[in-house]
Each structure stands twice: as C-alpha cells, then as structure tokens.
T-cell receptor, first 113, second 112 residues
Framework: DQQVKQNSPSLSVQEGRISILNCDYT??????FLWYKKYPAEGPTFLIS?????DKNEDGRFTVFLNKSAKHLSLHIVPSQPGDSAVYFC????????????FGKGTRLHILP | GAGVSQTPSNKVTEKGKYVELRCDPI?????LYWYRQSLGQGPEFLIY????????DSGLPNDRFFAVRPEGSVSTLKIQRTERGDSAVYLC??????????FGPGTRLTVL
C-alpha cells in the first residue's frame, strides 16, 4: 500500500516555464515532507522540505506547498532550467514517531529546450 | 567535504551466494540508513542505525538480510543466499539530525 503517491511518472516542461510536481499521501501521522532530486547513477539529493506546521516553503527557484486537509503537496520550479531534468521523489516522515522516510515512486521531469 | 560513499558500485553474483555491501557515512553523522530501490520504484526503507545499534529494522524483507555498524561509523549490509529478486540498487544515507538524509551513490546488485 503506497503511503506516498506520485501519480505522474513523467512530465515535460518548456525551459523557462514553471514545473509543478504533485504528491499525495495517505498517512495522517506524517509531519515532515521532503523532495529529493536524482540524476542517473547518483543517489538522491535533498532539495527542499516542509514541516506540517507550515503551508509553504521557498528556496530560490523551488517552492513546496502543503495542503494538509487534502493530504497533498506540490513542488514548483520556476523558471525551469535544463539542469532540472531529473527524477524527483516526494518523501514523508512521521518525525514525532520515528525517523523512517517513505518515498514515492518518483516523477521524471524533462525540460525541453 | 566527503559525502557518503558506498562500495562496490556494482556487484554481480550468482543465485545462492553471500554478498556484503559497505557504506561509509559522512564523518560525525550518528544516524545511518539503508534503502533498496528497485526499477521504477522509489527508495524503500530497510534499516536505520543510531550509533551502533539498529533503532529500526522493520524494513528488512526477511532473515536473509542483516546489517551491522559495529563502531558507529561504517556499516555493512549482508545478504545471504541471494535470490534474483534481491537485484536492486542499495542506497545508504547518513544524517546529523532527525530530518535531512544525505545519500550515497548506491551499489547496484545483480543476482544472476
């Protein structure tokens, strides 16, 4: 049973436009959410996170939005750049309970020239 | 500074053999995690160490899998009697705190 769901296996976005990657979760115990970026043959790299007490966190071109009532979060990248082409994993943790991070299956983002 | 390193980067073995995968965490990180990533999936939690002890091993799929971290630094994931279904990328991560984890490049295990 997938507790973290990324329903779009892939997404193509024009360079310079906004990329929006979506993620849904089912476990209401999750209180910390993360996005990781992964290039081929490399491990996932931490991108941005958000605590459940917030609804938005911004870091440069990356913004994560959290909608707790809908159990939904999204990652916005603006403007999208060629180097953003990668697989993006949404992940969640229940820090109040343990330190496990549960990952989604990932969304492959293609930035088109 | 040096990140998390994992050796070997690739391991090919035959069904039924024993393998060991090594992880060198970032110096000073007390927490260490093992994940397994199969094709088309996200990383799947296996086991978590805080210092030398396994704080949570609930993700280990069965008793063929075992991991140690005897001195609270380097960790070894051990798989006995390997099966073809064990083929995956095994990722190690370390963390200085209870949130962000820093991943190594992974070991790609192929069981023939």
């Amino acid at each position: 049973d997938q507790q973290v769901k990324q329903n779009s296996p892939s997404l193509s976005v024009q360079e310079g436009r906004i990329s929006i990657l979506n993620c849904d979760y089912t476990n209401s115990m999750f209180d910390y959410f993360l996005w990781y970026k992964k290039y081929p043959a490399e491990g996932p790299t931490f991108l941005i996170s958000i605590s459940s007490i917030k609804d938005k966190n911004e870091d440069g071109r990356f913004t994560v939005f959290l909608n707790k009532s809908a159990k939904h979060l999204s990652l916005h990248i603006v403007p999208s750049q060629p180097g953003d082409s990668a697989v993006y994993f949404c992940a969640a943790s229940a820090l109040s309970r343990d330190d496990k991070i549960i990952f989604g299956k990932g969304t492959r983002l293609h930035i088109l020239p | 500074g040096a990140g998390v390193s994992q050796t070997p980067s690739n391991k090919v073995t035959e069904k039924g053999k024993y393998v060991e995968l090594r992880c060198d965490p970032i110096s000073g990180h007390t927490a260490l995690y093992w994940y397994r990533q199969s094709l088309g999936q996200g990383p799947e939690f296996l086991i978590y160490f805080q210092g030398t002890g396994a704080a949570d091993d609930s993700g280990l799929p069965n008793d063929r899998f075992f991991a140690v971290r005897p001195e609270g630094s380097v960790s070894t994931l051990k798989i006995q009697r390997t099966e073809r279904g064990d083929s995956a990328v095994y990722l190690c991560a370390s963390s200085p705190s209870r949130d962000t984890q820093y991943f190594g490049p992974g070991t790609r295990l192929t069981v023939l």
